[in-house]
């Protein structure tokens, strides 16, 4: 069974620009998450998408959105970027059950810089 | 203002001895926790889970302390191998709540010596 896909793996980009992320969750899991990781300040919650619908959105500002397609795909999008905005940029999947209906099964990343 | 917190950034241990990592909880909502492992350039895999309704839960050579009156909890790694070196994150969910959405402590780097 094939893991939760995370394209691209490592990217540069430049301040004002944006940028466009790619999830391919596990076959069957209907529930997309993503997370923004930096040093020393664990893992942040950026949202969550459930049957092409946002359930839940952290505490990030408007320059971040996501969107989930038909197949659970999902997308998030990163507009003017900022040099803070250089992280790890973690996607999960799980089942969909609900909180507390198991764990999270998370990508290997895409590692963003901004100069 | 952190809900979930993890103190020590790092812990060093010798193998074959018990690695012992800890986290703090604030939200009283939080029924539901988790341990996540890292290592570097991979996502977090999870290790080991426990439901507010119970203390303990043993998988193998990890087992996870629940104290809910101290909002604490603790992962048991016993006997520690050098493979167990790694960013270990604790986490929290709120079973009414209405999405998966998981809040991290922000991680102790465990390093296991031979």
Same mark, same amino acid.
């Given at each position: 069974?094939?893991?939760?896909?995370?394209?691209?793996? @490592?990217?540069?980009?430049? =301040?004002?620009?944006?940028?466009?992320?790619?999830?391919?969750?596990?076959?069957?899991? =209907?529930?997309?998450?993503? @997370?923004?990781?930096?040093?020393?300040?664990?893992?942040?919650?950026?949202?969550? @998408?459930?049957?092409?619908?946002?359930?839940?959105?952290?505490?990030?500002?408007?320059?971040?959105?996501?969107?989930?397609?038909?197949?659970?795909?999902?997308?998030?999008?990163?507009?003017?970027?900022?040099?803070?905005?250089?992280?790890? @940029?973690?996607?999960?999947?799980?089942?969909?059950?609900?909180?507390?209906?198991?764990?999270?099964?998370?990508?290997?990343?895409? =590692?963003?810089?901004?100069? | 203002?952190?809900? %979930?917190?993890?103190?020590?950034?790092?812990?060093? %241990?010798? #193998?074959?001895?018990?690695?012992?990592?800890?986290?703090?909880?604030?939200?009283?909502?939080?029924?539901?926790?988790?341990?996540?492992?890292?290592?570097?350039? #991979?996502?977090?895999?999870?290790?080991?889970?426990?439901?507010?309704?119970?203390?303990?839960? #043993?998988?193998?050579?990890?087992?996870?302390?629940?104290?809910?009156?101290?909002?604490?909890?603790?992962?048991?790694? %016993?006997?520690?191998?050098?493979?167990?070196?790694? %960013?270990?994150?604790?986490?929290?969910? #709120?079973?009414?709540?209405?999405?998966?959405?998981?809040?991290?402590?922000?991680?102790?780097?465990?390093?296991?010596?031979?």
């Amino acid at each position: 069974k094939a893991g939760v896909t995370q394209t691209p793996r @490592y990217l540069i980009k430049t =301040r004002g620009q944006q940028v466009t992320l790619s999830c391919s969750p596990i076959s069957g899991h =209907r529930s997309v998450s993503w @997370y923004q990781q930096t040093p020393g300040q664990g893992l942040q919650f950026l949202f969550e @998408y459930f049957s092409e619908t946002q359930r839940n959105k952290g505490n990030f500002p408007g320059r971040f959105s996501g969107r989930q397609f038909s197949n659970s795909r999902s997308e998030m999008n990163v507009s003017t970027l900022e040099l803070g905005d250089s992280a790890l @940029y973690l996607c999960a999947s799980s089942l969909g059950g609900g909180p507390g209906g198991g764990e999270l099964f998370f990508g290997e990343g895409s =590692r963003l810089t901004v100069l | 203002d952190q809900q %979930v917190k993890q103190n020590s950034p790092s812990l060093s %241990v010798q #193998e074959g001895r018990i690695s012992i990592l800890n986290c703090d909880y604030t939200n009283s909502m939080f029924d539901y926790f988790l341990w996540y492992k890292k290592y570097p350039a #991979e996502g977090p895999t999870f290790l080991i889970s426990i439901s507010s309704i119970k203390d303990k839960n #043993e998988d193998g050579r990890f087992t996870v302390f629940l104290n809910k009156s101290a909002k604490h909890l603790s992962l048991h790694i %016993v006997p520690s191998q050098p493979g167990d070196s790694a %960013v270990y994150f604790c986490a929290a969910d #709120e079973s009414s709540g209405s999405a998966r959405q998981l809040t991290f402590g922000s991680g102790t780097q465990l390093t296991v010596l031979p």
